[in-house]
């Protein structure tokens, strides 16, 4: 079973990597999976969010830091050693690798994990971005196997770590961390809005 899925991964690889290629991906794909292409978007986002968006904003802020730093670090430095996959980019032979290969280990894909964490946790509360941002993980997760920096089930291990990550850090704000920010003027303005509602929100 596990042989069989491991060569139906690599299957899916070659497909998506060499399979697809083209001139218009090979040129936008390196630029789509680099982290610095998003950076200042993420930084502005969030401190527009901090600085205008009220105790709410800043509360979302705080907490996506917290979400997306954990999805990062428990990646890239508890599962990935501890699955201990070696990325094709390694490991296949016929991969076209377009861009650096990075560290020894794939499963999970860190920009799969960290894209939809980011994508779920903010796309609840700001419903109206939700199959924006779902579609930018897409890509951004996509741009790793088409570069044969990972096989599609890192990218799907991610997409999954990812999303369950973000709904407890939501689940754990909606009924632990917002009535104790409530206490304080800081934070006030969130007041007791319920998820459902914050999901309807104009934001």
Known sequence: MIDALVQLD???LLK???????ALFDWIM?????SRT???LIIGGLLALAIFGGGKGRTVVLLAVITLTA??????FVIKPWIGRIRPCHDVEGVRLLYRCGGTFAFPSGHATSSMAAAIFFGIIYRRLLWLLLATSVLVSYSRVYLGIH?????LGGWLLGGSLAALSLLAYYRLVQPFMNRFRFFRDVGSVSA???GETNA
């Open 151 to 155: 096989y599609p089930f890192d990218v």
């Open 38 to 40: 998003w950076l200042p």
């Open 16 to 22: 998506l990597n060499a399979g697809a290629a083209n």
């Open 30 to 34: 390196p630029i789509v999976t680099e």
């Open 10 to 12: 690599t299957w899916l």
């Open 196 to 198: 459902p509602q914050l």
């Open 71 to 76: 999805s990062d670090q428990l990646a890239s």
